[in-house]
């Protein structure tokens, strides 16, 4: 995200977004994607945590985020399993949290939700999906 070329700033409209309301995916998608273009694994990592441990958004006029729900965000939480599995010194973080056990169930739920969720972005997921899936399937 580039909120008129400052990275800090942007980084803490969507903080302070998501404290307001925990619920708004967008802004926790987009925090995770800026966290991935910085580099920033770990933090990428908790905030898709975060993402995830939203159980439901609510209804907000004119933004469905059932698409985010069921599609981005465990894909993103693969993603970020993955970041953190391709670090070396991240790896033994990732291998004592809850989420490394659930790697595998999370990108089969982004690969149940996505062919139908992400709309004109669905091949692109289900790109990276297939290019997940095949890592793990050699790991």
Request: glycine residues 2%; proline residues 4%.
């Amino acid at each position: 995200m580039d909120l008129l070329g400052e990275d800090a700033k942007a980084e803490r409209w969507l903080r302070r977004t998501i404290n307001l309301e925990a619920d708004f995916l967008y802004a926790h998608v987009s925090l995770i994607q800026f966290l991935f273009r910085q580099k920033r694994y770990v933090e990428a990592f908790a905030a898709a945590e975060i993402a995830e441990s939203v159980k439901k958004p609510r209804l907000r006029l004119f933004m469905d985020s059932q698409p985010l729900f069921s599609c981005d965000v465990p894909l993103l939480m693969s993603k970020a399993i993955y970041y953190m599995y391709a670090e070396p010194e991240l790896r033994s973080q990732l291998l004592g949290s809850d989420a490394w056990p659930r790697r595998r169930e999370l990108l089969q739920r982004a690969e149940r939700s996505c062919p139908e969720a992400a709309g004109e972005t669905a091949s692109r997921k289900m790109a990276d999906i297939q290019k997940l899936a095949a890592f793990w399937a050699e790991e």
